[in-house]
């Protein structure tokens, strides 16, 4: 089985300063894992996904996300807040089984705060 | 590329009543899913197309609920004698093969059913 776990239900962090939102996910197999993010009566957007080409994952709006095996880890990252980036954010496991079956697991979600 | 594409954005009904979704995928993309998010949630997997095929359903997809793509292309979600446990956010998503990776699903604005 899939799972993921998002270790903040909130952070709070000023503009200018770095974001850190946690990811642990567990899987049989070698895993995708992807991070979307939810804006307010937005959908889904697609921040950045990895398959295992490189353990570090850039992607849009200065994101990244790394890829420890060894810690089942995938947290994301910013260097630097802004306000634009108030949102919620979901981290993502899919694995592809036999079957075809190809349905994403996402964790519970985490609402990150920019202040001012 | 206009997106996916889903109807209505909000939908009000009574209990018992019966409700349909439709889901329009980014075009050519030959796989498209439906998920539910309730409130404080993160998605949930409902069911899988392959073209006009429903590869996979969830243990959440009840009897009450029935999901076609009778020509591969667009959806539709039906809930018969909807409940008040059936209000959430109901989100479509599509993607396209991709041979060697998971493909990337890309999210419609969803549906907000609320039963009152």
């Known amino acids: 089985a899939q799972s993921v776990t998002q270790l903040d239900s909130h952070v709070s962090v000023s503009e200018g300063t770095p974001v850190l939102l946690r990811c642990n996910y567990s899987s049989s197999y070698s895993p995708s894992l992807f991070w979307y993010v939810q804006h307010p009566n937005k959908g889904l957007q697609l921040l950045l996904k990895?398959?295992?080409?490189?353990?570090l994952v850039k992607g849009i709006n200065g994101f990244e996300a790394e890829f420890k095996k060894s810690e089942t880890s995938f947290h994301l990252t910013k260097p630097s807040a802004h306000m634009s980036d108030a949102a919620e954010y979901f981290c993502?496991?899919?694995?592809?089984?036999?079957?075809?079956?190809?349905?994403?697991?996402f964790g519970s979600g985490t609402r990150l705060q920019v202040q001012p | 590329d206009t997106g996916v594409s889903q109807n209505p954005r909000h939908k009000i009904t009574k209990r018992g009543q019966n409700v349909t979704f439709r889901c329009d995928p980014i075009s050519e993309h030959n796989r498209l899913y439906w998920y539910r998010q309730t409130l404080g949630q993160g998605p949930e997997f409902l069911t899988y197309?392959?073209?006009?095929?429903?590869?996979?359903k969830s243990r959440l997809l009840s009897d009450r609920f029935s999901a076609e793509r009778p020509k591969g292309s667009f959806s539709t979600l039906e809930i018969q004698r909807t409940e008040q446990g059936d209000s959430a956010m109901y989100l479509c998503?599509?993607?396209?093969?991709?041979?060697?990776?998971?493909?990337?699903?890309?999210f419609g604005p969803g549906t907000r059913l609320t039963v009152l």
């Open positions: 990895y398959t295992s080409a490189a353990t």
């Open positions: 197309f392959q073209n006009e095929a429903q590869l996979e």
């Open positions: 998503a599509s993607s396209e093969t991709q041979s060697g990776s998971t493909d990337t699903q890309y």
């Open positions: 993502v496991v899919s694995v592809m089984w036999d079957t075809g079956r190809r349905a994403l697991t």
